[in-house]
T-cell receptor, first 111, second 118 residues
Framework: GENVEQHPSTLSVQEGDSAVIKCTYS??????FPWYKQELGKRPQLIID???NVGEKKDQRIAVTLNKTAKHFSLHITETQPEDSAVYFC??????????WGAGTKLIIKP | EAGVAQSPRYKIIEKRQSVAFWCNPI?????LYWYQQILGQGPKLLIQ????????DSQLPKDRFSAERLKGVDSTLKIQPAKLEDSAVYLC????????????????FGQGTRLTVV
């Protein structure tokens, strides 16, 4: 079945710098890749998603890139702000309509 | 638009006791999910309903966990008997259609129920 690995587990960046989180997946049939943000004690919320027929998608300071050949996708956050501090989860579609989640990346924005 | 409602928010029980969680999805959402999130980990899908039918329950420990979705709307998740390792946040989510291959729509999460088994 599908397996998703996410790196790094913790990422600390200076406010205003960029942050990049990377995920790899194993099932070449996966075609949907969402990213969720979970603030401490709160529910996960979708911030951006990408489908396999697209290589890149942007939404203001957030972008996601997908490399189907290498089976990896990345989240890019530019001009980071304190409110970007959270745990970010990637996921990939699996069989039986499941989403397989990564273990999460704790993003810390240093003032 | 009202969000996904879950109750209770917190629950503390002793091991071997029973517990039930309730979820009311967003109106009109056909798909409902129950996830287990252990501290420091990503959400793990326990069961997925499409209307009132089960799409996937492959990761549900069926010897102690059960779930139902009556009339394709509300859902309950039960644990009987609870073990220490069941301590986690139980998240309910819903989406218009499904997720995964061919049916990709955003899942909206409830606040979750934090279960502590002592």
């Amino acid at each position: 079945g599908e397996n998703v690995e996410q790196h790094p587990s913790t990422l600390s960046v200076q406010e205003g710098d960029s942050a990049v989180i990377k995920c790899t997946y194993s099932d070449s049939a996966s075609n949907y890749f969402p990213w969720y943000k979970q603030e401490l004690g709160k529910r996960p919320q979708l911030i951006i998603d990408i489908r396999s027929n697209v290589g890149e998608k942007k939404d203001q300071r957030i972008a996601v890139t997908l490399n189907k050949t290498a089976k990896h996708f990345s989240l890019h956050i530019t001009e980071t702000q304190p409110e970007d501090s959270a745990v970010y989860f990637c996921a990939a579609s699996g069989s039986n309509y499941q989403l397989i989640w990564g273990a999460g990346t704790k993003l810390i924005i240093k003032p | 638009e009202a969000g996904v409602a879950q109750s209770p928010r917190y629950k503390i029980i002793e091991k071997r006791q029973s517990v039930a969680f309730w979820c009311n999805p967003i109106s009109g959402h056909a798909t409902l999910y129950w996830y287990q999130q252990i501290l420091g980990q990503g959400p793990k899908l326990l069961i997925q309903f499409q209307n009132n039918g089960v799409v996937d329950d492959s990761q549900l420990p069926k010897d102690r966990f059960s779930a139902e979705r009556l009339k394709g709307v509300d859902s309950t998740l039960k644990i009987q008997p609870a073990k220490l390792e069941d301590s986690a946040v139980y998240l309910c989510a819903s989406s218009l259609v499904g997720q995964g291959r061919g049916m990709n729509t955003e899942a909206f999460f409830g606040q979750g129920t934090r279960l502590t088994v002592v």
